[in-house]
Structure formats: C-alpha cells, structure tokens
C-alpha cells in the first residue's frame, strides 16, 4: 500500500517547501472543481465527497456562488460592523428565520472556530460563570478557546495549558454529564451527530437530558451544528432532529458555500447581556461573503437539497448495508454525512479509493466519513457507492 507519493509534482514541491507543516498531506493537487467532481493537475477525475468538509453544498464553481460573489465585488466589500449594511442585514434576518425560534439575534465571523470561541464568550457573559463542559471525541476548532472544548487529546496536549475551567465528559453518557454540571457551569457545548469524532448522532433521550440538566442549573446549551448545519442531515439543523432548540448555535462550513464566514446565533436572553465592544471582528459579517451566503441558504430551500440529502443518505446506507461487506463493522449518520466504520485502520482505504476517483475523510482512525455536496446525483452517488463497496470488498 502507498504511503508516500511516488511522484512529486512541481506545484507539491513548492507548496511543501514554503508550507507551515501543520497538515497532513496527501498525494494530490487539486486545480478544478465542477460540481461534485475535482479535477487533479493531471487532468485526472474524481467524485469529491469531501467538499471542503462538508463546506460545498452547492458544488464547486456553481454559478449561483459565482454571481453573487461577483456582482458583491462590483458593489462593496468590505464594510467593519460599526455601520451598517443592507447584505449583513438580510443574512441576518434570514439566519434568524431558518435556525430554531429560540435563536433571534446572530454575530457573524470568519470561521468555525470563531464561532465557538464569541459562544465561549458569550455565554461568560450571559451567566457570569465560566465553566464550560463539552465531550470526548468533540470537535469545536483549533484555536485556544475552542481547542479547550476539543476533547482530542492529541490535539489538546502539546497546547497545554489550556482555558481553565474547560472540561471533557463521555458522550452521550448521560450520567457523566450529571456528575459534573453544578450551578458553576455555564454552558454545555455538543454536537448532536459527533462529525470529526467519527459520525456518532446521539440518542433522543441524551438530548433529552442535556436539555433538562442545563435547565435545572441555569446552565446554557451551545449546539455547535457547524458540520450538520443547512441540510447535511435531511433536515435545515440537526438539533431539528432532536426537536431542540438551544440557547447558542454555531455555524460555519456550509454557511458560505466555500468562502469563510462562521455565525454564532444566540437567544434574546444571552443577546441582553451582550454589550457594545463586548466583542468583535474587523472581517466578520463582510458585505461581499454575505451576498454569498445569502444566495447559498436561498440556493438550499428553493432546490430542496434537504429532502434530497435525506433521500440519498438513506439510499446509501442502504445500498453499503445490503452489500454485507466483511470489513465494515457499522455503517452511521443522517442524510448527506455517513459514517463507515471499519474493522481496520482507515488510511489504506483512502489512498485506494483516491487511486480509484474518489475522495474520502475520515472521521477517527477507523471510519471512512463521506460530506459531498448536497447536489450530487443519484447517479454520481451510485458511482461512488459502487467503487468504495468494490474497495471495501477486496
Ligand atoms: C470544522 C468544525 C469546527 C471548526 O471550524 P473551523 O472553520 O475549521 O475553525 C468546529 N466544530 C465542528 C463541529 C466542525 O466540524
């Protein structure tokens, strides 16, 4: 098995010579995006279900993102947050429109991150308390606020230390979680489906007592959907699954289609303890990733890719289920982000599938994660269940 290029290319040599070092590289240089598909420097295809992870809803080059972005380029930017802007407004309306009812206001960033870290912040504020309970195998950024939540431990270690006051419980453990929240705690952040922590939803009645244990305490609930959010699961939000609604969210990926924009919506009781220079960003809420953005949440309700990530994800798991392939110990997730958990490692198998034209994450050392763009077709996706079932069955 391949564990290092055979062939550097040009373009490869000169980004490894002046990159940072901090990411894992694999051996492709991607040039071209259509669709659902990517195109190599050799002019080599493949069907993407990364998409950014999970970022490109609509596509690569789709030219709903493509004339917003440019018809915003000819009108305004840039635009800091202390004036006002008639694109950041109506992105706003509309984020208030398609999250829960219990969310009413919104504070627009850069990045997924940022949208954790302005939760952190804000739920110090709303409550006057500071101590933050997440999960084991969460995943909420890298920066050091949201790293304090990330309960990787290679992730957090060599970063230590960390936010104080930040804790870590098992996940949808019910009782963990009750052991450790106080009338201290200020808020609990999750995920209700685990992304990078392998493609776990949790249970209705976890949900069920987080919400209720957050209640009793006075503590807020921060539901980071920043992988499930706008239609990846088959419904607008994850949390819709679970009939929920928080007191935060946090939003990114999906949210501009491609271009960096994170959100953090907050309820009308955490948005009145909020005041002016509490918080605050030189790009965030940008006229030009608005427009985007905009067009992007616009794009998802009038093609109804919700109902059609719905459609296809459980067309998938059924179609890798009946397949009863040997290596493959379970197969989880809702709508357009899928799980397949291997009885082996998982690396081996994305290196083959990237060698056979397509393109995979994983999600843990063990689970191959699937996140294309919520267009894909029934016939793409039939493709690229056809070669990993043929990957996977070998
Ligand atoms: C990707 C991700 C983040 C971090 O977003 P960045 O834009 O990479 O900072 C946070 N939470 C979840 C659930 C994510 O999937």
């Not at 990114?252 to 959100?263: H, T």
Request: glycine share 10%; with cysteine.
């Amino acid at each position: 098995m391949l564990t290092h290029p055979i062939s550097i290319t040009p373009s490869q040599e000169l980004e490894s010579t002046y990159t940072s070092g901090v990411y894992p590289k694999r051996d492709l240089t991607i040039v071209k995006g259509k669709g659902a598909k990517v195109w190599d420097e050799e002019g080599r295809e493949y069907f993407d279900c990364v998409a950014g992870i999970a970022v490109a809803v609509l596509g690569h080059a789709n030219p709903i993102i493509v004339e917003a972005l440019t018809k915003q380029a000819e009108t305004l930017i840039t635009c800091p947050g202390i004036f006002h802007n008639d694109k950041r407004a109506q992105l706003l309306e509309k984020l208030v429109e398609v999250t829960p009812a219990s969310l009413t206001r919104g504070y627009l960033s850069n990045s997924g991150a940022e949208a954790v870290e302005a939760a952190l912040k804000f739920a110090r504020l709303a409550t006057g308390r500071t101590q933050v309970i997440s999960t084991m195998r969460g995943f909420h950024g890298r920066t050091m606020g949201a790293l304090s939540l990330t309960g990787n431990p290679k992730y957090q270690k060599p970063f230590k230390p960390l936010v104080p006051d930040t804790m870590q419980v098992p996940y949808n453990k019910l009782e963990k979680l009750e052991a450790a929240i106080s009338d201290q705690t200020a808020a609990i952040v999750i995920e209700v489906i685990q992304g990078e922590g392998g493609v776990r939803p949790a249970d209705q009645a976890y949900i069920d007592g987080v919400k209720a244990l957050c209640k009793e305490n006075g503590a807020l609930l921060i539901i980071d959907e920043i992988q499930t959010g706008f239609g990846r699961t088959g419904k607008f939000f994850a949390c819709e699954h679970y009939d929920l609604e928080p007191d935060i969210m946090c939003l990114a990926k999906a949210l501009g289609g491609g271009l960096p924009i994170g959100a953090t919506m907050i309820s009308e009781a955490v948005a009145e303890k909020l005041h002016p220079g509490a918080h605050g960003t030189t790009f965030g809420g940008n006229p030009l990733v608005c427009a985007v953005s905009l067009a992007v949440i616009n794009a998802i309700q009038e093609q109804d890719l919700t109902a059609h990530a719905a459609e296809m994800g459980a067309y998938a798991q059924h179609k890798i289920n009946a397949a009863e392939i040997e290596m493959v110990r379970e197969v989880r997730g809702k709508g357009m982000i899928i799980g397949i958990e291997l009885k082996q490692k998982v690396y081996p198998t994305l290196v083959e599938l990237q060698q056979r034209g397509v393109l995979c994450v994983p999600a843990g050392v063990t689970t191959l994660r699937l996140v294309p763009p919520l267009v894909m077709t029934k016939d793409e996706l039939d493709s690229v269940l056809d070669i990993i079932i043929s990957v996977l069955d070998s």
